[in-house]
């Protein structure tokens, strides 16, 4: 099915420009109506009447997607970016998705009457994207990418990945686990990749767990017990990696002296002293939030915005008192 996003790319524009011609928008400049009605043509592309309504609306909302609010990743998100849309006049809707039914967020944010939609951290599943693409509504994913052609900011996971297997390698560790979640999200699957590769680069041994984890009490039980265990433990999130800290030192493990643990997104949490886990994330300076929240009203107002700007930022490491070499 021809979809508002096929049109924009035959014609070389924004998805929001396609949805302006179709509303008869007066700010739309001449040329680009032309090129826009062109395509609509050749596709031979028929707009869901439903979507245009809605975008034809002057709403005042921006809908907020992401996963649950105990990952810190997503609080932040959710936190962050609902600020940036107040400062900016909008109403802010939250649409938290259920990790057992991950494809009904997709279904009711599409047929939402917000103006624009900003994804943060999710499980990208099936038609999910596909239909924020059918939609007619602006869309720029947060802290993750995705495979359609939508807009994005966010880290470079898999340079993360790749950047958390160097720092470990160059503490000695020969023997590491990693503890992922789900490969349904892009941002853990990007992770795990890039330190898969680096890992297999520097020809180290790796224990891995990954994919949804629903017992990582056991999960860590079972590396732990192991006769050649490993000296160093990589979490795919800071939340994961926190967990595992909380495990380890439960059943009389010392942090980092007996095991390293290192995490991945440099939230706030895991630079409180309580925690001090290192990690490889952005630093406070770079706020992707505010630069989502930025790409996705020019995509909103501008007309010059033909594009589809992405914006993948590399990581740093953050060393903290979890790690150490052995």
Known sequence: MVSSIDVAKLAGVSQATVSRVLNNSEKVYAPTVEKVNAAIQQLNYRPNAAARSLVSRKSGIIALMCG???DPENAEFAGKTIAYAQEKGFIAE???????????????????QAEGIIAGPLVLVGTGVEMLETSGIPYVFCGTEHDGEGSFVSMDNHAAGRMAADYICGLNHRLVGWVGGSHGERRLRDRYTGFLERM???????????NAIPDLDAV???????????TAIVAGTDAIGAEAIDFLIAYGYSIPEDITVVGIGNSKQSAMNYLSLSSIGLSGETDIFEAA?????AQMDDDSVNTVPNDRILPQLFQRKSSCAV
């Open 293 to 297: 929240m930025d790409l996705l009203t």
């Open 200 to 210: 297999q680069e520097q020809e180290t041994q790796i224990l891995s767990a990954t």
């Open 94 to 112: 939250l649409h938290i998705q259920d990790p057992k039914e991950p494809s009904t967020v997709f279904g009711t944010i599409s047929k939402s």
């Open 68 to 70: 649950p609010l105990d």
């Open 220 to 230: 860590l039980s079972a590396m732990m017990a192991r006769k050649d265990r490993p």
